[in-house]
């Protein structure tokens, strides 16, 4: 893409900022770690501070000073509404259908927002082995809607995924509704190029919005398969300077408290 | 009943060879003490069960110690790769890994049957994925009420459970707070279960989102300060971050984990010791 940084921001923060943009405020929203942390966190910082960010761990309205390195960060826990244990929160929130909004990224994605998370490569004799579901599937299956955000390339964007971990829109069409699930799949997907929307009837992923700077070219050829680009194809608007600030703070109070020897 | 005794005596008379054993702890309370006190004592062809295989489960598949491994997520939070992990994955160093994989809502499901006595547990999961084409332990089942497609999985009754508390008390009861987790299900749906605390106090105080597993439930407890290092207990000592990042280099190479392990797990007497060796080498740092 573009140099981002000529505009005073870089492709990544564009991402994390239209991801944020997304949250609303008072949503319920199951968060994955890294970027959606980021995302959710700055939507809860800026224009959704009525937002409950609940993670795996257990924490509910999870409230962080600083990004968590992981789901299970005491800095979750200190701050949050409630803590419960980890069946519950997958049997009485995700599952109970308490959660609005499930904010995921993956290491693959396909043309219906199926995601891998598990394996580059056969199963059994893998060339990269991936951590694999965590919480993700059932995140995937349960939540009214899912946000995906992940850089868009051809290594992640794939024609065929290595292993279905977390289901999108399966096989494309109604072939979701078929599986039983109660969520309805994703919603959005949003990469460092733009964004991406299933096409209401195909649920093919198509092109609906592209970052200042990013091209049609350029989202072709960071994609595995033939991208279809919506007709009314929009521009996202640029970061604000209070959305760029927020997240900045964020991510350098996060780096600070990381640096600090704790042991 | 709950026995107050050392960790080298705990492990050494409930863990045996070939056990299926579940180490427990949501990257909060993970008894690293017990792991490193498992690998001395050299038990081998164990099952090793645990949702979050993270450092603690790099070590001990990195020393030979699984067979088997029962889990729904490995890594190195917010770092990456569990080195030692996808060597045994990818090429069966230094020996091959039984796999069996699930999600997070399976592997806490399968814990509370576990827990329950029930033969297995049902969830909404699973189905369209590629997890029941790896996984045995994964099978549909119809609600006979309301012919509802389901998913079934086995449950989880360990031989041993291993978790870290913040404090016991002189009867054995043992109070944890702040993320709890899975303990309490792993606990109970153990035949043994030994529990690794920072300390013993007379009397508990109430803490926010606390619970306390009775004494009867448990069957051996042992001090050992801070041993959740390098993941933390709520309210005594922090994450290592640091720690969790320089792990990845050690964990990288075989031999330098080889050595580290030697060094810092083998070689020293106990968890108070391998903390004294880690610190004074500034070895993670």
Redesign the interface.
Known sequence: MTDGSRRGYTADEMMTVAASRRLADRAVCFVGIGIPSQAANLARLTHAPGSVLIYESGTIGAKPEVLPLSIGDGELAEHADSVVSVPEIFNYWLQAGRVDVGFLGAAQIDRYGNLNTTVVGSYENPKVRLPGAGGAPEIAASAKEVFIVLRQSKRAFVEELAFVTSVGHAEGGDSRGKLGYTGGGPTVVITDLGILQPDPESKELTLVALHPGATVEEAKEATGWDLKVAGDLETTEPPKEAELRVLRDLKERTAAARKEKVG | MAEVVGLREAVAGLVDDGDTVALEG???LIPFAAAHEIVRQQKKDLTLVR??PDLVYDQMIGMGTAKGLI?????N???G?IHR??DA??HGWPHPLKME?????GM??R??AGASNLPFAV?????????P??TSTIAPITCPFTG???TAVPALNPDVAVIHAQQADRKGNVALW?????Q??AALSARRVIVTVEEVVDEFEPHT?GIVLPSVAIDAVAVEPRGA??S?A?DY????????GAWDPIGRDREKFGEWMEKHVLGVEGFAEHLRSI?QQGA?R
């Not at chain 2, 702040?178 to 899975?182: D, L, S």
């Open positions: 949501f990257t909060h949702m979050t889990f729904s997520w490995g890594g939070p917010g770092v790769s992990f996808r994955v990818e994989e699930h999600s997070h809502a806490a499901n814990y509370v969830l909404r999961g699973y189905v369209g994925t590629d997890l084409k790896v509802e497609e389901l702040g993320i709890t987790g899975i309490k299900e989102f290092y390098p933390y709520h000592y922090p994450r290592d971050n640091a720690f969790y610190t993670m």
